[in-house]
DNA sequence: TTGTATAGATCTACACTGTAGAGGTGCCCG
DNA sequence: CGGGCACCTCTACAGTGTAGATCTATACAA
């Protein structure tokens, strides 16, 4: 009955939309039927459809914020947040490009900028420049997954070998060097811890501890 | 005459369209009024609506492409990849968000793509490791663009005293540590730079010269 | 019990989207 | 003159978000 549990419900129904038919699926129809439903009684509860991704964005980051909680050096804490991130991606591939196309002011989103702030405080990141690397790390992590999600990666390697082939050797050299490398498909998993890894080693030789 | 005329023709007119009323402004029927055509005369050249807007990266890459024959250091050289690249997102920034959706396997992507490869060889990067960090950096460069156009940046800075003021101070410390830092706003020009400098540095850390 | 206020859902309608399919229209070559 | 051909237009349809009016059911007052 509070509206606010009802608000709730209509979040987790889109979310659900959009995990199983992608972000375009999710309708205000279609959102509505999977509710019982007509399209016009969810808008006093979600105000329109910015608002409805909107706060898509903020449940998704309530979903991330136990990964906050964790304790341990700061680089076990970044790493957890990092990874929390990644899982939430691999969770709701399609919604969490949402992340990197609406701001997040909900109270969940304060709480956890202010985990990583914490964190790269301790690690000895002067104060003025916190906020930026903050950025650089959570863009990176964002920009990571969404790539991912909407085969910006992927595509492109599918069949590297097809590709190379249109080009006069010469045009492109470094792709004729690392061929062999090409070839290989990533695991990406791996890949993106060891970016978080390397992103980290650059915290510290920049401000060594 | 030439069909490929016609298709950059219409490319060129969707990508002002695209800057000058955002992406969602870019409507079939607008672009044709906008070529004094129907918007059924639009199909034959560019296929669908999405082969307009993978059309649309092709274009924006290719206007990349010339800060590629760049010479210098290869740190000079992907620093002025870099700067092209927000060079890019400051004259389109509501397309630019399409360069992290959609994949790109156009000729001209595979160039610049070369050119950073290149790039991370001279500067002795492992060639098992080029593949993997030219998507880090990529990546990053992207998504920073994307965020700052989107809003996801400078929504949340805003006002940030209004947003701190909803919490009870204990429970977001580093916000609080950082209060004054926070207040002031960012130059992004010079934000985007540093973060560019700090993943040269991590670079030399990682692999010295 | 009845009457009424109020909060919610519904119904209808509108302007707009991408695009299939059928029908012109004008030009070049025989 | 008559095809053939490449290009464009017209009409139509299913689907989108949402404004505005209407209905309904519940809660409380007399």
Chains 1, 2 share one sequence.
Request: glycine share 6%; hydrophobic share 45%; aromatic share 4%.
């Amino acid at each position: 009955m509070p509206d606010d549990d009802r608000k709730r419900r209509i979040l987790d129904a889109a979310l659900e939309l959009a995990d199983e038919r992608g972000l375009t699926g999710v309708t205000m129809r279609a959102l509505a039927q999977k509710l019982g439903v007509t399209a016009m009684a969810l808008y006093p509860h979600i105000g329109d459809k910015d608002g409805l991704l909107d706060g898509l964005v903020d449940r998704m980051l309530a979903e991330m914020l136990p990964a906050v909680t964790v304790d341990g050096t700061p680089e076990e804490r970044l790493m957890a947040v990092g990874q929390a991130a990644r899982e939430l991606a691999r969770r709701h591939p399609s919604a969490y490009a949402l992340l990197l196309a609406r701001p997040a002011v909900t109270p969940d989103a304060v709480r956890l900028v202010d985990a990583i702030y914490g964190a790269l405080l301790e690690l000895g990141v002067p104060e003025s420049e916190v906020p930026r690397v903050e950025r650089l790390i959570t863009t990176f992590a964002l920009g990571y997954a969404s790539s991912e999600a909407n085969g910006r990666f992927s595509a492109g390697t599918i069949n590297p070998r097809g590709r190379r082939a249109q080009f006069p050797a010469e045009e492109v050299p470094a792709h004729r060097r690392l061929s062999e490398v090409l070839d290989r498909i990533p695991d990406w998993d791996a890949e993106y811890e060891a970016d978080l890894q390397d992103l980290l080693l650059m915290l510290r030789a920049r401000w060594p501890a």
